[in-house]
């Protein structure tokens, strides 16, 4: 099995929790590694199994003696437990030597299903939500301990200032078209040099690429992504939103909370082992819709995200217009909202448009 996601996103815990009587053997260690380095067959010899191989993207010739053992025991299940934080030479490796070999998982910042709240200020890493007071710091040296260093070691970043300077600029265009031009322009950059740096902060399970819907509906589609962070409090971070008050405050709320939802959907459709599968609607005549998702039958869910407490049937209609052109999907419409004190958490705020408490969404993927 493999394992990957953000640093800090909980991995190492996971595997040691439900592996208990499982050996540990971390990857970071200048010691071990200087050991596997020289003799990797041995010191896989002495291992027990289950054995969890932490960070195992920086011995990747590991994976071709793994890759023996297993086909040389193909009923044993189970053995071999591999997490990895970069996910781009992580993936190189398994697509290389593991393929068909090994079950592979993601394991994103903690969703609103395990937590039981949601805050935008402090998002799901486990650390800041165990310790809220201490999130600033947190952050800090996460960037600079993880972030800043995992990109470095991946695409050889020269220039840390400019770097980032890119991770404020990316987090200002959260919720946007992606637009690599606009990207680089200001920080003096190649596009090619952006994709990589963006390939990275995607791969990583930092950021989220969400692509447009294509189907043949008759009308001319935007065909680039829209670009997410996963983590909100990651985000705000970046954005130097410390406060409630300042969040409330900040042009860039709107995109952060729609960021917020559509992280949790597609945490549940990991945690659920279904298939990513989320997209955006926009057209060129101004048509657009926030989310589709796929929904059981061959039915498509439409979900607008909206930061207000005040519903209003104006917010429907982009999604009774695309309704109508899909009719044959049997569409489901939503406008995810936040509750009142004292308000309906659900509601019909136009025809065949029901307007949906963000707590209530939300708890459905607890189920």
């Given at each position: 099995?493999?394992?990957?996601?953000?640093?800090?996103s909980?991995?190492?815990?996971?595997?040691?929790?439900?592996?208990?009587?499982?050996?540990?053997?971390?990857?970071?260690?200048?010691?071990?590694?200087?050991?596997?380095?020289?003799?990797?067959?041995?010191?896989?010899?002495?291992?027990?199994?289950?054995?969890?191989?932490?960070e195992?993207?920086?011995?990747?010739?590991?994976?071709?003696?793994i890759?023996?053992?297993?086909d040389?025991?193909?009923?044993?299940?189970?053995?071999?437990?591999?997490?990895?934080?970069?996910?781009f030479?992580?993936?190189q490796?398994?697509t290389e030597?593991?393929?068909?070999r090994?079950?592979?998982?993601?394991l994103?910042?903690?969703?609103?299903?395990?937590?039981?709240?949601?805050n935008?200020?402090?998002?799901?890493?486990?650390?800041v939500?165990?310790?809220?007071?201490?999130?600033?710091l947190?952050?800090?040296?996460?960037?600079?301990?993880y972030?800043?260093?995992d990109?470095?070691?991946?695409?050889a970043?020269?220039?840390?200032?400019?770097?980032?300077?890119?991770l404020?600029?990316?987090?200002?265009?959260?919720g946007?078209?992606?637009?690599?031009?606009d990207?680089a322009?200001?920080?003096?950059?190649?596009?090619?040099?952006?994709?990589?740096?963006?390939?990275?902060l995607?791969?990583?399970?930092?950021i989220?690429l969400?692509?447009?819907?294509?189907e043949n509906?008759g009308?001319?589609?935007?065909?680039s992504?829209?670009?997410y962070?996963?983590?909100?409090?990651?985000l705000?971070f970046l954005?130097?939103?410390e406060?409630?008050?300042?969040l409330?405050?900040?042009?860039?709320?709107?995109?952060?909370?729609?960021?917020?939802?559509a992280?949790?959907?597609?945490k549940?459709?990991a945690?659920s082992?279904?298939?990513?599968?989320?997209?955006?609607?926009?057209?060129?005549?101004?048509?657009?819709?926030?989310f589709?998702?796929?929904?059981p039958?061959?039915?498509?869910?439409?979900?607008?995200?909206?930061?207000?407490?005040t519903v209003?049937?104006?917010?429907?209609?982009?999604l009774q217009?695309?309704?109508?052109?899909?009719k044959?999907?049997?569409?489901?419409?939503?406008i995810?909202?936040?509750v009142?004190?004292?308000?309906?958490?659900?509601?019909t705020?136009a025809?065949?448009?029901k307007?949906?408490?963000?707590?209530q969404?939300l708890?459905?993927?607890?189920?």
């Amino acid at each position: 099995m493999v394992l990957t996601g953000p640093r800090r996103s909980g991995k190492t815990f996971l595997l040691r929790k439900t592996f208990p009587g499982g050996s540990y053997h971390l990857l970071e260690d200048p010691d071990v590694l200087a050991r596997v380095k020289n003799d990797p067959r041995g010191w896989l010899d002495e291992l027990k199994t289950p054995a969890i191989i932490d960070e195992i993207q920086n011995a990747p010739e590991l994976f071709a003696y793994i890759r023996a053992r297993i086909d040389q025991a193909p009923g044993k299940h189970g053995r071999w437990l591999l997490t990895g934080s970069q996910d781009f030479s992580l993936m190189q490796g398994v697509t290389e030597s593991m393929a068909g070999r090994a079950a592979i998982f993601q394991l994103l910042p903690l969703s609103y299903r395990e937590t039981g709240s949601w805050n935008l200020l402090r998002g799901g890493f486990p650390e800041v939500v165990l310790r809220p007071s201490g999130a600033r710091l947190w952050f800090r040296s996460y960037v600079q301990s993880y972030l800043e260093r995992d990109v470095r070691s991946l695409k050889a970043v020269k220039d840390l200032a400019t770097f980032r300077r890119f991770l404020t600029l990316v987090a200002s265009r959260n919720g946007q078209i992606l637009n690599r031009s606009d990207l680089a322009g200001p920080l003096g950059l190649s596009v090619p040099t952006v994709s990589e740096w963006l390939g990275v902060l995607e791969t990583t399970g930092h950021i989220l690429l969400v692509p447009p819907y294509f189907e043949n509906l008759g009308k001319r589609l935007i065909k680039s992504p829209k670009l997410y962070w996963v983590d909100p409090g990651l985000l705000c971070f970046l954005l130097g939103i410390e406060t409630s008050r300042q969040l409330e405050q900040s042009p860039f709320l709107g995109g952060i909370f729609e960021g917020f939802v559509a992280s949790e959907m597609l945490k549940n459709q990991a945690n659920s082992g279904r298939s990513r599968e989320l997209y955006f609607f926009r057209d060129q005549q101004a048509l657009e819709v926030d989310f589709l998702a796929p929904a059981p039958g061959g039915k498509v869910e439409l979900v607008e995200v909206k930061w207000t407490k005040t519903v209003t049937p104006a917010m429907a209609v982009p999604l009774q217009r695309l309704a109508r052109a899909m009719k044959h999907r049997s569409p489901e419409s939503i406008i995810v909202h936040r509750v009142p004190a004292g308000g309906r958490p659900f509601a019909t705020v136009a025809p065949g448009v029901k307007a949906v408490g963000v707590e209530q969404f939300l708890a459905r993927f607890s189920a």
